[in-house]
């Protein structure tokens, strides 16, 4: 793929995730809020872990804006405990709730009605949400076209030889971003091939060997050689 223009590479790679995976129906929830909870919760915890603190604030009739927003941070802390740093996600959800409440009145379409970026730069300045998170909002609930940047997204595509394995999150974005259709539905279906393929077959110690990518990655090329 040495000379292939990058449009073409990051397609290419795209349709073979999907075409060796499948869709992978994320984000998962049964609600906008749903997700955006999840967006935080998942912070730093694995998404099993996440699921349990989610049918914790289901089962307890906490799963909205104004729930949230009239529950004691302590009871919260104790519904979101399996997702781990408890006392501090439900600070973090407080806020998320007071932003949406005060800011939007809790209404999604309303916040759909933004510029994506705009939107992005408050949530930024929301207590407890950074770039991955805010964008994750933007790009699956909201439905805006932002690439999310995660560390299975810089894995994947530092062994490919397209990105360095680091810098910062908006020249990887920019990456992205530049260079794919801006399509809400492809990004986000993308992010979720990149995080099922590092999660099961590009792991820190990866299995070539039969991956999907592998005639198109050099360093599944040269781990292969012998
Ligand atoms: S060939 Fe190996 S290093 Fe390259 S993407 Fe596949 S698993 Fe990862």
Redesign the pocket.
Known sequence: MGDTPLPEKLLDVYGRLLGRYGPQGWWPGDTWFEMMVGAVLTQAAAWGNVEQAIVNMKGAGAMSPRAVRGMPVERLAKLVYPSGYYNAKARKLKALAEFLGNRFNDDLEAMKREDPWALRAELLDVHGIGEETADDMILYPVGSPIFVIDSYTRR?FS??GITPEKGPYSAYQAIFMDNLPADAELMGEFHALIDHHAAS??RPE???HG?C??DV?P??AR?TRN
Do not use: D, E, K, Q
């Open positions: 994947v062994r490919l077959i590009c990866p299995s070539c991956c990518l592998l990655c360093t599944g781990r």
